[in-house]
T-cell receptor, first 114, second 113 residues
Framework: GDSVTQMEGPVTLSEEAFLTINCTYTATGYPSLFWYVQYPGEGLQLLLKATKADDKGSNKGFEATYRKETTSFHLEKGSVQVSDSAVYFCALSGKAGNNRKLIWGLGTSLAVNP | NAGVTQTPKFQVLKTGQSMTLQCAQDMNHEYMSWYRQDPGMGLRLIHYSVGAGITDQGEVPNGYNVSRSTTEDFPLRLLSAAPSQTSVYFC????????????FGDGTRLSIL
């Protein structure tokens, strides 16, 4: 079945460092891909998305490119800030059938130190 | 904008008690779901609904019931609480278009003693 694999955390970086969080997926068909972020004590919120191969999603300085050849959707940011400390979830949404269920990675915790 | 509203935010129960977690959305979304979030296990789908009057089981449905009498509301019922149900519960909603994101509530933190 469909699945999402994220790099394990926690990831600890200094402010202004470069961030990469790896995400690979297994899916039939052509899923949509998402990154969600969860700040401490809050619910999840959409960070960015891509709906077809080679699409690049971007938001708040974060980017991720839908790579069908490598089945990947890695999250990157050139210069992280303390306020980026959160848990990041990669997810896919299948388009087959009549369901809308998201398949989730386990999440990657990021801590950014000043 | 209200979005997805969950109540209560915190709850402590004793083993064997029952309760209902409320979820309401004001975006006219067809799809609603309940997840539980546990350390190291990510998000696990409990139940979901594709429209009023239609519900189905997710990965971990045992011990929980749901109903969907209106488009707006999707309550989750714990029938007889157990310590294993201590978790953070999230309700989410979305339109039927799978390219659109899910919108989450702020969660209910539930402890079963």
């Amino acid at each position: 079945g469909d699945s999402v694999t994220q790099m394990e955390g926690p990831v600890t970086l200094s402010e202004e460092a470069f961030l990469t969080i790896n995400c690979t997926y297994t899916a039939t068909g052509y899923p949509s891909l998402f990154w969600y972020v969860q700040y401490p004590g809050e619910g999840l919120q959409l960070l960015l998305k891509a709906t077809k191969a080679d699409d690049k999603g971007s938001n708040k300085g974060f980017e991720a490119t839908y790579r069908k050849e490598t089945t990947s959707f890695h999250l990157e940011k050139g210069s992280v800030q303390v306020s980026d400390s959160a848990v990041y979830f990669c997810a896919l949404s299948g388009k087959a059938g009549n369901n809308r269920k998201l398949i989730w990675g386990l999440g990657t915790s990021l801590a950014v130190n000043p | 904008n209200a979005g997805v509203t969950q109540t209560p935010k915190f709850q402590v129960l004793k083993t064997g008690q029952s309760m209902t977690l409320q979820c309401a959305q004001d975006m006219n979304h067809e799809y609603m779901s309940w997840y539980r979030q546990d350390p190291g296990m990510g998000l696990r789908l409990i139940h979901y609904s594709v429209g009023a009057g239609i519900t189905d089981q997710g990965e971990v449905p045992n011990g929980y019931n749901v109903s969907r009498s209106t488009t707006e509301d999707f309550p989750l019922r714990l029938l007889s609480a157990a310590p294993s149900q201590t978790s953070v519960y999230f309700c989410a909603s979305s339109s039927w278009n799978s390219n659109q994101p899910q919108h989450f509530g702020d969660g209910t933190r539930l402890s079963i003693l």
